[in-house]
C-alpha cells in the first residue's frame, strides 16, 4: 500500500473514531434515569473473586474434566518428534 493509500485509511479511521467519540456523550450518564436504582458497589475482594477467581475456577474444572475424561486411544494422540511412543513399544513387546 502506498502512502497515500495508508494517510486515506488512516484519516478514515482517525475521522471515525473521532465521530464515535462525540456521540457518545459520556456526560449524560452522570443524570439518574427514572427508576434507575443502583444498590451497593462491589467490594474489592468481591471485584476480584466475581471476575479473577470464577473465571480461573471454572476453567480448571473444565480442564479437569476433560483429563478425566478423555477416552481416546493413545495411538491417536500426537507426540513430539523423536518421542518414543509407549503404546506403539506395548504393542510391539506382546508381539
Known amino acids: 500500500m502506498d502512502k497515500k493509500n495508508a494517510l486515506r485509511a488512516g484519516a478514515l479511521a482517525a475521522g471515525t473514531t ?7 456523550s459520556p456526560a449524560l450518564a452522570l443524570t439518574r434515569d427514572d427508576g434507575d436504582d443502583p444498590g451497593t458497589g462491589l467490594s474489592v475482594v468481591e471485584t476480584l473473586g466475581l471476575y479473577v477467581l ?33 503404546a506403539k513399544a506395548k504393542v510391539a513387546a506382546k508381539a
Open 18 to 24: 473521532l465521530m464515535m467519540l462525540l456521540m457518545s
Open 54 to 86: 470464577a473465571p480461573l475456577a471454572l476453567f480448571a474444572i473444565i480442564a479437569g474434566l476433560v483429563m478425566v475424561l478423555d477416552r481416546s486411544h493413545p495411538d491417536h494422540r500426537v507426540s513430539a518428534p523423536g518421542a518414543k511412543n509407549k
